[in-house]
């Protein structure tokens, strides 16, 4: 950026590659680059070779894990939230049904059975209650009253080992 006797006053930091605001259309906001106006200068691209910054990929995969590690956090955090025993015992709100709908939990059915009973658990829900909200909607076709009871038997314990955590 030049002023209007001809002095170079750039901001030489500006061309770092993790500078976003800083491309050409945006305005330089620094305090020291303000016109007597009030106004900011526009950034202005003095060249460009068209060339993809070589680190792209990597930048992109450290952006998504950052962003992936957020969300589990924030996750963590809500779940930490929901089983709070300050909360009290909140069974209008815990339906098998929300779990699966849910899409967090879109086309992985067992997951949602296993953080419902995890949910069901931290709140006080007993046993019996849990049970037969896993019995009335069983997830597979088969009929065999024993692979029902197993399938039941093995989520409310993974959950139970879970949520004792």
Same mark, same amino acid.
């Given at each position: 950026?030049?002023?209007?006797?001809?002095?170079? &006053? *750039?901001? /030489? #930091?500006?061309?770092?590659?993790? $500078? +976003?605001?800083r =491309?050409?259309?945006?305005?330089?906001?620094?305090?020291?680059?303000?016109r007597?106006d009030?106004?900011?200068?526009?950034?202005?691209?003095?060249?460009?070779?068209?060339e993809?910054?070589p680190?792209a990929?990597?930048?992109?995969?450290?952006?998504a894990?950052?962003?992936?590690?957020?969300?589990?956090?924030?996750?963590?955090?809500?779940? &930490? *939230?929901? /089983? #709070?025993p300050?909360?009290?015992? $909140? +069974?209008?709100? =815990?339906?098998?049904?929300?779990?699966?709908t849910?899409?967090?939990?879109?086309?992985?059915p067992?997951?949602?059975d296993?953080a419902?009973?995890?949910?069901?658990?931290a709140?006080?829900?007993?046993?019996?209650?849990?049970?037969?909200?896993?019995?009335?909607?069983?997830?597979?076709?088969?009929?065999?009253?024993?692979?029902?009871?197993?399938?039941?038997?093995?989520?409310?314990?993974?959950?139970?080992?879970?949520?004792?955590?």
């Amino acid at each position: 950026m030049t002023d209007l006797g001809g002095t170079v &006053r *750039a901001d /030489l #930091s500006a061309a770092a590659w993790r $500078r +976003f605001g800083r =491309l050409p259309g945006f305005t330089n906001c620094k305090p020291k680059y303000r016109r007597p106006d009030g106004l900011f200068p526009f950034v202005r691209l003095k060249s460009c070779s068209g060339e993809q910054y070589p680190m792209a990929d990597t930048f992109v995969q450290e952006i998504a894990k950052l962003h992936e590690d957020r969300e589990q956090q924030r996750e963590a955090r809500r779940l &930490r *939230a929901s /089983l #709070s025993p300050r909360r009290g015992t $909140r +069974f209008s709100s =815990l339906s098998l049904e929300r779990f699966r709908t849910s899409s967090k939990y879109n086309d992985r059915p067992a997951a949602a059975d296993i953080a419902f009973c995890v949910a069901a658990y931290a709140n006080g829900m007993d046993e019996a209650r849990i049970a037969l909200a896993l019995e009335d909607d069983y997830l597979s076709r088969d009929p065999s009253p024993s692979k029902r009871a197993s399938y039941i038997r093995r989520t409310m314990t993974k959950a139970r080992d879970w949520a004792l955590r």
